[in-house]
């Protein structure tokens, strides 16, 4: 989480701040993250809602995509088809994060003035979930997939060592690490942690009798597409509102009849996963 502070002297020292989460990108979940929630809650479209904050459709996505991987729940849904056609509408989670976000903004704020009156300090609320959540925004990581997920299983064997993590109700994921790592960590059974896999090692298979040697089968539909010149990365999203990027050939997508709405599964070794716990 990064506080930026600033002085100033009109009538007495004044400190003023703002809250963020750094990413390699930039702010991840600051000003322009929580303008994006609020946009879309506004506007019911992630397009105009990227036009307002202002950010490229893909980056709205690409912000939207990762905050849902992370919270515990969806802040964002994406509703197709109906009378109205289809639309992106913010979560009543969602609502309530960014009323937290912007109470935790004001306590700060107040926490400041406080600060510059007297040596006493100030104290936020609890605010425990929503902290959590700004905890697993703070990773720096090149890895398009990002999931927070609760250890639900652990076998070790000789060398290696194969954990099963819950991401939700609807979808669990194996990873393979060494016997050395595991026990670094301190991995145990219901400790949270952080799994990463690259969208270059996520494989899209169509049609339900594929078969592969792979651990990991997430189905989901179709939600995204976005060609390149060579390349595409297609976004699955899993039930539960979670997200998976994967980046194949243009060929590929056509061969596989790859289309928004239409069902899919991404594929990826255990061996894949790479874990990182809370320090």
């Known amino acids: ?19 963020e989460v750094e990413t390699e990108q930039g702010a991840f979940l600051g000003n322009t993250r929580i303008r994006l929630l609020e946009a879309i809650d506004t506007h019911g479209s992630i397009s105009r809602a990227a036009k307002f904050v202002p950010l490229s459709y893909k980056a709205a996505w690409d912000a939207v995509d990762a905050m849902n991987n992370l919270a515990d729940r969806p802040l964002v ?17 969602g609502r309530q994060m960014v009323e937290l976000y912007r109470a935790l903004e004001t306590e700060y704020q107040a926490a400041l003035e406080r600060l510059t009156a007297s040596m006493n300090e100030g104290a936020a609320g609890t605010l425990q979930e929503f902290r959590r959540l700004l905890k697993r925004m703070s990773m720096k990581t090149s890895a398009r997939n990002q999931f ?16 099963r993590l819950k991401l939700d109700d609807a979808n669990e994921l194996a990873s393979v690490i060494t016997r050395a790592s595991a026990e670094n960590m301190g991995l145990e059974i219901g400790m949270e942690i952080w799994a990463l896999v690259k969208s270059s ?35 699955l999203t899993l039930p539960g509102g979670k ?4 980046v194949i050939s243009n060929e590929s997508v056509d061969n596989l009849a790859l289309a928004v709405g239409s069902q899919a599964c991404a594929v990826f070794k255990a061996s894949a996963v790479i874990l990182c716990a809370p320090g």
Do not use: F, P
């Not at 989480?1 to 809250?19: D, K, V």
């Not at 509703?79 to 056609?85: E, K």
């Not at 792979?214 to 179709?222: K, P, Y």
């Open 1 to 19: 989480m990064r506080q930026h502070s600033e002085t100033s002297s009109q009538g007495g020292r004044r400190l003023t701040g703002r809250l």
């Open 243 to 246: 997200t998976v990027c994967a």
């Open 148 to 163: 927070a997920g609760t250890i639900v299983g652990l076998r070790a064997g000789e060398v290696d060592y194969e954990v």
């Open 201 to 235: 090692s996520v494989m899209i298979l169509a049609g339900k009798t594929s078969r592969t040697t792979a651990r990991n089968h997430l189905w989901g539909e179709v939600s995204r597409i976005h060609r390149e010149a060579v390349n595409a990365e297609v976004a």
């Open 77 to 93: 849904t994406r509703a197709t088809g109906g009378r109205h056609g289809g639309g992106t509408r913010l979560t009543d989670y």
